[in-house]
């Protein structure tokens, strides 16, 4: 049998709550000298809590959240999403003294794993920040009826009745189209990587609503697929193999995840930007220590999504019965030296 925090309050020379205090982190009312001995008689004997074991009986927080993101993890950090996620989210853990699980989900549907995401959340795991929604896939209800604390990253079209928070890719999109057909452009290229996500199906009202707004058919939105497997080298092939079509779109909204392959086979082909063709950077991440280039972009505020999330999720652990808000964060266009008018367009003007 190993170590038990019987074994520690002895050798240390204090009772067993309080070197339960000082497990769950509650030192206001403990002296530096009772905190130096069990820290070092922990030290000494090798003692692990037992996160299960302590917190069932006395339902103390476990100071653990778990973040469930998608399956696939092939590629995770090829874009600048998920670091951009887990950094703002180690940095608002370590602030608020918690600890943060990565679930990484196999599949919808799958028993096995909801009875162990259930289980964590009956020992180890105070709530759940949850990522990569699906319409078809309403998984994180089954937490609500348990009573389990949860909050989603993302907004489904049409579906109000959950916790969450997300940005405004909706408008953000329809700002990014709006200020393209204010310059003369009718032909948009958009990239995608995932038609079913919840992201690309908002964005989807957004192109709808500006198309109606300037009577434009939307078959004049080109969408060019990225596969989220494709390497560096096949995502630029893809750019290379339609830009070069004579009946190209004069102007593109890209991702940083791409945007480095995008300009690349433009500089191959001889075009300029924006003389030739346009771009708006619709995901674009303010890299730390890195100067800002003068794009027309949207930029991102998944971390700060992140950051609300976990704010909210404490407050529903917390204080289980108060009233939760879900929020959409304004994303803002702003406008610089990647998109112009188009010449026609110009001179029709003049």
């Known amino acids: 049998m190993g170590t038990t925090i019987s074994d520690v309050a002895k050798h240390a020379g204090v009772s067993k709550s309080t070197v339960s205090n000082y497990l769950n982190g509650k030192f206001e009312k403990m002296s530096a000298e009772t905190k130096t001995a069990i820290e070092r008689t922990i030290k000494e004997m ?99 009826e348990a009573g389990i604390p949860y909050v989603c990253c993302g907004k489904i079209e049409d579906y109000e009745d959950y916790r969450y928070v997300a940005s405004d890719h909706k408008k953000a999109m329809a700002d990014t189209l709006d200020h393209l057909f204010q310059l003369g452009h009718r032909k948009i290229g958009i990239f995608r990587q995932n038609d079913s996500s919840v992201v690309e199906q908002t964005r989807k009202r957004g192109v709808k609503e500006i198309c109606e707004k300037y009577a434009v058919e939307e078959s004049n939105i080109r969408y060019i697929e990225v596969p989220t497997e494709a390497t560096d080298q096949k995502i630029y092939e893809i750019w290379i193999e339609h830009l070069k079509q004579e009946d190209r779109p004069t102007a593109y909204i890209i991702s ?47 971390g700060m999504i992140a950051e609300l999330a976990f704010k909210k999720l404490l407050k529903i652990i917390y204080n289980p019965t108060s009233e939760f808000e879900s929020q959409m964060v304004p994303l803002e266009l702003t406008v610089g030296e990647t998109t112009a008018a188009l010449k026609n367009h110009m001179e029709e003007k003049t």
């Open 46 to 144: 090798g003692y692990t809590p037992n996160l299960s074991a302590r917190r069932l009986p006395n339902k103390e927080k476990s100071k653990t959240i778990c973040l469930i993101i998608p399956g696939s993890l092939t590629r995770l950090f090829d874009s600048f999403y998920y670091p951009t996620i887990f950094s703002a989210m180690d940095r608002i853990s370590g602030k608020m003294k918690y600890n943060m699980l990565i679930y990484s989900r196999k599949e919808p549907g799958n028993i096995n794993e909801m009875n162990f995401l259930k289980g964590m959340a009956a020992s180890i795991v105070d709530g759940y920040i949850i990522f990569d929604l699906s319409a078809d896939d309403l998984f994180f209800k089954e937490f609500e």
């Open 256 to 302: 940083t995840a791409i945007r480095q392959q995008f300009q690349l086979a433009a500089q191959t082909l001889g075009l300029s930007i924006p003389k030739d063709i346009s771009y708006v950077n619709i995901e674009y991440y303010i890299k730390k220590g890195s100067e800002e280039e003068n794009q027309t972009r949207v930029v991102s505020k998944a």
